[in-house]
């Protein structure tokens, strides 16, 4: 598939609108194992998709039990598995097991920050082990950084992403590539395009931040290590002015600059970061897919 290479964003047309509108009705939202996890579930649409995450505090357990629990109410799971988190051969083969039996046919795949890992040190050695099982997935997501990462250089993160993709591919099972959370729409774009030249063929979740307050966002993304799109956004005056006069972020301030390239580069959904403020996230979703 060829890729147009542009230098600016063009003007949203029927069809690029269309496709954005189509990726907000249907779009992911990440949960994560905390108090607020209760409400958070109570105010999710029913059977939306939901992407569970997994706490280096609480391990994988828990994320494997709010999954199941999750998908025994009808919601379409995703449970993040982190490399650094399992423990050795033998839970590989307690979570490709426990796949098989709950039905669940989707995961993402994270190296995660646990600082003492267990065998595996990334997503690449978990994803060679577990494709060795009989896991009974047909689909899994992994990640991908347009704004860098704290620690992981971007040559290293680009080869990862491609190694990911070619085990993929020889394992026969759909992938996809979801974005971390940024704000700057020429940082995504340009690093789309560059990859798609590279010859990046995984379909692509753009992962943006959902309806929160504007001090918890800047919080987390100082958490989460998105330097780079926070100093973005005290330099673009526009985006900076409309955060602090509003009470929350907008993601279609980020959707629809993007939204030809996400038409052109093959975006097919939306990782949605809640922080639990779930109801919020789809009160804009109804109102913004009309």
């Known amino acids: ?17 269309a496709h954005r509108l189509s990726l ?28 569970v995450t997994a706490s280096p505090a609480k391990g994988l357990g828990e994320t494997v039990a709010i999954s199941e629990r999750m998908a025994g109410q009808g919601f379409r799971v995703i449970p993040h598995i982190s490399a650094r988190m399992v423990r050795d051969q033998a839970h590989v083969d ?36 577990l494709l060795d099982r009989d896991h009974g997935l047909d689909t899994i997501g992994v990640t991908a950084y347009p704004d860098s990462h704290a620690f992981i250089s971007d040559q290293a ?36 395009r560059t990859e798609r030249v590279n010859g990046l063929t995984l379909p692509i979740h753009l992962g943006l931040a959902g309806v929160v307050d504007k001090a918890r966002l800047m919080k987390m993304g100082v958490r989460l290590g ?9 330099k673009n005056k526009a985006a900076v002015a409309k955060m602090m006069t509003t009470t929350s972020y907008d993601p279609n301030d980020l959707l629809i600059p993007l939204s030809s390239d996400m038409l052109d580069l093959n975006v097919t959904g939306l990782h949605m970061f809640t922080f639990n403020n779930v109801e919020a996230t789809n009160n804009w979703r109804v109102e913004a897919a009309k």
């Open 157 to 192: 993160l680009h080869e990862a992403l491609f190694a990911k993709q070619q085990m993929l591919g020889d394992a026969g099972i759909a992938g996809y590539a979801s974005t971390q959370m940024c704000f700057d729409p020429d940082t995504i774009a340009t690093w789309l």
């Open 94 to 129: 307690e979570l490709a097991n426990w796949f098989t039996q709950t039905g669940i046919t989707k995961m993402f795949l994270v190296g995660g920050d646990a600082e003492e890992p267990g065998e595996f040190n990334d997503a690449v050695e978990l994803l060679a082990a």
């Open 226 to 234: 998105i330097g780079q799109s926070l100093s973005y956004l005290k």
């Open 1 to 17: 598939m060829a890729f147009k290479i542009k230098k600016k964003h063009d003007q949203e047309t029927p069809e690029s609108k």
């Open 24 to 51: 907000i009705e249907d779009l992911t939202f990440e949960l994560v194992p905390l108090k607020s996890l209760d409400d958070a579930i109570l105010a999710l649409p029913a059977g939306a998709e939901v992407s």
